[in-house]
């Protein structure tokens, strides 16, 4: 019996540690509309505050869903 819940820990651990991020979790959060100084300048706070970001093909920034409320309160 202690074998098999180790076993089944171990398998959980496994699982939660091979977690990969989905494109689909990012949410447009800010457009090509902004200038460079202000594009340059959203880029900076989101890394200061520590909000994972990308860039799509259009230049567009793209933020996490969960990370929406963070990213305008640090960038607003």
């Excluded at 994972?52 to 990370?67: A, G, H, S, V």
């Amino acid at each position: 019996m202690k074998k098999t819940i180790m076993l089944l820990f171990t398998l959980l651990v496994l699982a939660g540690c091979n977690v990969e991020e989905n494109p689909e979790d990012y949410t447009v959060i800010w457009g090509e509309s902004h200038n460079a100084d202000l594009h340059e300048s959203a880029i900076k706070r989101l890394e200061d505050a520590k909000i994972k970001y990308r860039m799509d093909e259009n230049n567009q920034m793209l933020i996490k869903e969960k990370d929406l409320n963070k990213a305008v309160m640090c960038c607003s």
